[in-house]
């Protein structure tokens, strides 16, 4: 069993500033591709950023320049590091990864279950 487990979110002002935290835990062998998902209601859950177990990185246009994601391989957490935060930012945040654990022994993409972000105008 795999859990994915986010924390960090809160509240803040417009051009804030959060760092989300995201930690894999369980009969984990080896994690893929982390990153960082947010769905608004009635919207699709969209990619906000993503980090390879290389090290390599992808972002979506509009946050690029200002959220960071990053990895730290020891503690199998992956952290999104937010800044200038706006308005329309606010809605809940999901980690995801691809996670080979010693029940499959293949990769399996496993999600959190979310933290909110809210921006304040």
């Known amino acids: 069993q795999v859990q994915l487990v986010e924390s960090g979110g809160g509240l803040v002002q417009a051009g804030g500033s959060l760092r989300l935290s995201c930690a894999a835990s369980?009969?984990?062998?080896?994690?893929?591709?982390m990153g960082w998902y947010r769905q608004a209601p009635g919207k699709q859950r969209e990619l906000v950023g993503v980090?390879?177990?290389?090290?390599?990185?992808n972002y979506a246009d509009s946050v690029k320049g200002r959220f960071t994601v990053s990895r730290d391989n020891a503690k199998n957490t992956v952290y999104l590091q937010m800044n200038n935060l706006k308005p329309e930012e606010t809605t809940v945040y999901y980690c995801?990864?691809?996670?080979?654990?010693?029940?499959?022994?293949?990769?399996?993409?496993?999600w959190g279950r979310g933290t909110q972000v809210t921006v304040s105008s």
């Open positions: 980090i390879t177990s290389g090290g390599n990185t």
């Open positions: 995801n990864a691809w996670v080979v654990s010693r029940i499959s022994l293949r990769a399996d993409n496993y």
């Open positions: 369980g009969s984990i062998i080896g994690i893929g591709a």
